[in-house]
């Protein structure tokens, strides 16, 4: 039996990923360069791997910067949630190791609480087997858009 190249790894990957993507009917407009790609999609769960560019630099050391690895964390949330109008209400977060320029990030969301609209998703995010990030995301399912959402008409009345 042939083993796979390294070059054949990355492309079936990448259909992987393409394929998830296909999947997703949240958040889709999401830049997968910033916020990372979908490789795996099922009913509240996902993953999603960034890779670490040299624009996520925080210094001169190759730091990057948090809140790149929090937005694929949320995306990640995002993701194992999948409902069209999904959003974030509230999250607690723990950065538990620096990631640097090059490395790649896996999150793994798993949404572990349903109640009516809301949903809590924990997300875990590794570099090789060390654990670099936790943290627990709390999401609300709007009926419509939440720029559609008439959130001043109760006051006004």
Request: glycine content about 6%; aromatic content about 6%; some cysteine.
């Amino acid at each position: 039996m042939a083993t796979a190249t390294a070059k054949e790894d990355e492309n079936n990957l990448l259909q992987v990923a393409n394929n998830q993507q296909d999947n997703l009917i949240t958040h889709e407009k999401v830049n997968s360069a910033f916020s990372g790609e979908v490789v795996k999609l099922e009913r509240g769960n996902a993953k999603v791997v960034l890779e670490t560019i040299e624009v996520m630099r925080a210094d001169d050391l190759g730091l990057v910067h948090g809140g790149f690895i929090f937005s694929a964390a949320d995306f990640a949330a995002m993701a194992a949630v999948n409902e069209p109008n999904v959003v974030l209400a509230s999250s607690s977060c723990l950065f538990l190791s620096p990631v640097r320029i090059g490395d790649k990030v896996t999150f793994e969301a798993i949404e572990h609480q349903k109640e009516g609209r809301k949903r809590t998703v924990s997300v875990k995010g590794y570099v090789h087997e060390i654990k670099v990030f936790e943290g627990e995301f709390k999401t609300v399912i709007t009926e419509r858009h939440v720029l559609r959402l008439d959130l001043l008409k109760n006051i006004e009345e």
